[in-house]
């Protein structure tokens, strides 16, 4: 019963800098692990970064050191603040939830996805 939007998406160029963001509904978002992923055309989807339910991070290297993730559980948000942005960034981004039991998922839901364009 997880609902997942995401918002932010958009172009920008070279080095620009976008924020997305996810809200959930349907849980107790507390107890959800969160992750933004992304397809690019023609391409598989990837992960892109990650935060456990205490806060933890894990990036992708693609993207380590330019991106951000972070959570609010007072406002059932997961934000991905992307700065440096290369054209490789390009792709439609998908806020992910799991429930996972220790290193077991149990559930996973996916948004709808928003598209970033990095472009000149």
């Known amino acids: 019963q997880v609902q997942l939007g995401e918002s932010g998406g958009g172009s920008v160029q070279p080095g620009g800098s976008l924020r997305l963001s996810c809200a959930a509904s349907g849980s107790i978002f507390s107890t959800l692990y969160m992750a933004w992923y992304r397809q690019a055309p023609g391409k598989q989807r990837e992960l892109v970064a990650s935060?456990?339910?205490?806060?933890?991070?894990i990036y992708s290297d693609s993207v380590k050191g330019r991106f951000t993730i972070s959570r609010d559980n007072a406002k059932n948000t997961v934000d991905l603040e992307m700065n440096s942005l290369k054209p490789e960034d390009t792709a439609v981004y998908y806020c992910q939830a799991r429930i996972r039991v220790e290193m077991v998922t149990i559930f996973t839901y996916w948004g709808q996805g928003t598209q970033v364009t990095v472009s000149s």
């Open positions: 935060i456990s339910t205490d806060g933890n991070e």
